[in-house]
C-alpha cells in the first residue's frame, strides 16, 4: 500500500579498506582479549599493509575492483532523492578572488608560455610553489587588491541582501493578504 523506501547503495571501497577489514577480522580471532584504540590499530594496519607483497595487494585490488561494479550497477537501478543544489542567483555578487588567487592569475600566462607543454595542475603547483617562497613584503599588493575586492564585495553583498530581503517581505505581505490576514503582529494596547 504504501511506498516502499529504497535505500541508497552502499558505497564502494577501496583495496586498502578491505585489507584493514580482513586484518582487523584476523587479529579479534587472534587475540580476543587485547584491546587496541583506533589510532594505535590503524598504524599497525598500515605498516602491514605496506610490508605486504603485490602478489597479496592484488587479492584486495580485485575485490575493491568487484566491490565498485557492485556499487556501479547498483546505482543505475537506483532511484531515490538525488540531492538538489541549490541554484545561485544570478543577480547575487560573486566571491572576490583571494590574494594567492590574484597572483596565480598574474603569473598563469607566463608560466603557461615558458611551459607549453605544462598542464593546469602543474602551473597551478608551480604558482603554489612561487607564492610560498614570496616573503610578506612581496605579498602585500596581492593582499591590499584582494582586501579593495573584498569590501567593494561587502558592500554589494549587503545591497543585494537589502534589495533581496525587501522583495521577500512584499511576497509574504500579498500571500497574507491574499488568505485574509492583517498585519498579524500588531497587538491592540488595553485603554
Known amino acids: ?77 537506483y532511484i531515490g532523492k538525488k540531492k538538489k543544489r541549490r541554484k ?32 593546469v595542475v602543474q602551473v597551478a603547483k608551480a604558482t603554489g610553489k612561487m607564492w610560498s617562497t614570496k616573503t610578506e613584503v612581496d605579498k602585500q599588493p596581492y593582499e591590499q587588491r584582494a582586501a579593495v575586492l573584498r569590501s567593494k564585495y561587502f558592500e554589494d553583498l549587503n545591497t543585494y541582501r537589502q534589495q533581496h530581503h525587501g522583495r521577500k517581505r512584499s511576497f509574504r505581505q500579498s500571500a497574507r493578504n491574499q488568505r485574509g490576514r492583517t498585519e498579524p503582529n500588531k497587538r491592540e494596547d488595553p485603554v
Open 1 to 77: 500500500m504504501g511506498k516502499e523506501i529504497q535505500l541508497r547503495p552502499k558505497v564502494n571501497v577501496s583495496s586498502y579498506i578491505h585489507f584493514f577489514l580482513n586484518y582487523r577480522n584476523k587479529f579479534k580471532e587472534q587475540q580476543p582479549n587485547t584491546y587496541l584504540g583506533f589510532k594505535e590499530f590503524s598504524r599497525k594496519c598500515s605498516e602491514k599493509w605496506r610490508s605486504i607483497s603485490k602478489h597479496e595487494k592484488a587479492k584486495y585490488e580485485a575485490l575493491a575492483k568487484l566491490d565498485k561494479a557492485r556499487y556501479q550497477e547498483e546505482m543505475m537501478n
Open 88 to 119: 545561485r542567483d544570478p543577480q547575487a555578487p560573486r566571491r572576490p578572488p583571494s590574494s594567492f588567487l590574484i597572483f596565480s592569475q598574474d603569473h598563469y600566462a607566463q608560466l603557461k608560455k615558458e611551459n607549453p607543454g605544462w598542464s
